[in-house]
């Protein structure tokens, strides 16, 4: 018996909207992540990109354990002398709330040409409006 290897274009793409809500944090990337690579069918393949797109609604409600909030920073570096800039998880929450979902999701899936095919799936909304609702998607609950 041969084992199967999708190719890029016979791979069937399918839309997928997740409510973050009062979701853990990283448990939502994590399962996000699988989607976006594809492992969940039964037809994965490691050097193709077969995942599917994902939308997450209600990124400002999502929740983390413990101190994170306070404690947890997000750090951008410029490359020029006195160019890092720290943000808590508080602050970004507050300005950008998509951005904190968008940067454990990308933590998550591989680098590279790949990973950043695969990125490209992701939508991400503070609240529960999404512009998507041509390619009619699917709720998926995790």
Same mark, same amino acid.
């Given at each position: 018996? #041969? @084992?199967?290897?999708?190719k890029?274009?016979?791979v069937?793409? #399918?839309w ?6 009062g ?5 939502l990337? @994590?399962?996000?992540?699988?989607i ?5 069918k039964p037809t994965f &393949?490691?050097?193709v990109?077969?995942g599917?797109y994902?939308i ?5 409600k999502?929740?983390?354990t413990g101190?994170k *909030? &306070?404690d ?5 570096? @410029?490359g020029?002398?006195g160019g890092?800039?720290?943000?808590p998880l508080? #602050?970004l ?5 998509e951005?904190?979902?968008r940067?454990?999701?990308k933590?998550?899936i591989?680098d590279?040409k ?5 990125? #490209?799936k992701?939508k991400?909304?503070a609240?529960?409006?999404?512009n998507h609702?041509?390619?009619?998607p699917? *709720?998926?609950e995790i």
């Open positions: 018996m #041969k @084992s199967f290897i999708a890029p274009a016979e069937e793409r #399918k997928y909207v997740v409510d973050a809500e979701k853990t944090l990283g448990r990337a @994590s399962q996000v992540a699988a976006l690579r594809g492992k969940n &393949t490691p050097h990109d077969c599917d994902v997450v609604i209600n990124a400002d999502v929740k983390v101190k *909030m &306070t947890k920073m997000y750090v951008t570096v @410029s020029f002398p890092r800039k720290e943000i508080e #602050k929450q507050a300005k950008k709330p951005e904190i979902v940067h454990a999701i933590g998550m591989p590279g790949l990973g950043r095919m695969m990125y #490209k992701l991400v909304y609240g529960p409006e999404h609702e041509a390619q009619k699917e *709720m998926l």
